[in-house]
């Protein structure tokens, strides 16, 4: 949803470690979930996705979990490297796409 | 694949100027473009949801006749912010969708003086 006059929640990390970010849905009917990230003044990428039917998805060193009970989701980022600085979305589909608030992720090299 | 441009990327105007901003599919052809609002260090706003052909549904709170939204063809959509005013300054995001999947162009600066 939106944060309107809210400030962006933070999580820093040094580099090299790993980075859990994460991130509550509302909707329990939502069946494709999927994270986004967006560099200042950009428009947000696509980083990894996954379906409800599934509890956990890799890609290049990025993990998701589902937790479907609890409606959580969470974007693991291993050997977290100073480009991966940005604001991280999630998303939540059912009908249409839903966004979450976003994190900001700081890197301290 | 799935690039989505957005033109253009920065525009200044004064008070008063409309101001209109394309949003193209480019490999792609998108049966749904969607347009969003982002003010600083704040999610994604969704404004309006637009299908090929057909009017555009707007979010509450968004004024169809402030922010005209034209989906001409399966690859273009616009965005015409009218009469544009200094609280309307913002990044304007569109992204385009074949399926279900979303993807987003690079996004439009707008600064209203």
């Known amino acids: 949803g939106e944060s309107v006059g809210l400030h962006l929640p933070t999580l820093s990390v040094q580099e090299g470690d790993n980075s859990i970010i994460n991130c509550a849905y509302s909707n329990s009917a939502s069946d494709y979930f999927i994270w986004y990230k967006q560099e200042s003044g950009k428009g947000p990428q696509f980083i990894i996705d996954?379906?409800?039917?599934?509890d956990k998805r890799q890609g290049q060193r990025v993990t998701v979990l589902l937790n479907k009970t609890v409606k959580h989701l969470s974007l693991q980022i291993a050997a977290t490297q100073p480009g991966d600085s940005a604001v991280y979305f999630c998303a939540e589909a059912h009908n249409m796409l839903t966004f979450g608030g976003g994190t900001r992720l700081m890197v301290k090299p | 694949g799935a690039v989505v441009s957005q033109h253009p990327s920065w525009v200044i105007c004064k008070s008063g100027t409309s101001v209109k901003i394309e949003c193209r599919s480019l490999?792609?052809?998108?049966?749904?473009m969607f347009w969003y609002r982002q003010f600083p260090k704040q999610s994604l706003m969704l404004m309006a949801t637009s299908n090929e052909g057909s009017k555009a549904t707007y979010e509450q709170g968004v004024e169809k006749d402030k922010f005209l939204i034209n989906h001409a063809s399966l690859t273009l959509s616009t965005l015409t912010v009218t009469s544009a005013h200094p609280e309307d300054s913002s990044f304007y995001i569109c992204?385009?969708?074949?399926?279900?999947?979303?993807?987003f162009g690079p996004g439009t600066r707008l600064t209203v003086l």
């Open positions: 490999d792609f052809q998108a049966t749904t």
């Open positions: 996954i379906r409800s039917n599934m």
């Open positions: 992204s385009a969708s074949p399926d279900i999947e979303q993807f």
